[in-house]
């Protein structure tokens, strides 16, 4: 599973913090055998996400 979280407030993190605030995040609300089945959790501005072509909503 692939997680893109849009937020403009990423812009004061680096991307590692992002995955792990994400992540912790999934864990939290998911439980620890589904967080396991995420594969990339990225974190993006409104910006990088139209550069990378992800879009939010």
């Known amino acids: 599973m692939h997680i893109y ?6 812009g004061t993190l680096g991307q590692q913090e992002r995955s792990e605030i994400i992540m912790d ?15 990339v959790a990225m974190g993006l501005t409104r910006a990088e996400g139209q550069r990378m072509g992800v879009s939010g909503g």
């Open 5 to 10: 979280v849009i937020w403009d407030d990423w």
């Open 25 to 39: 995040a999934y864990e939290e609300a998911q439980g620890q055998q589904r967080a396991l089945g995420v594969a």
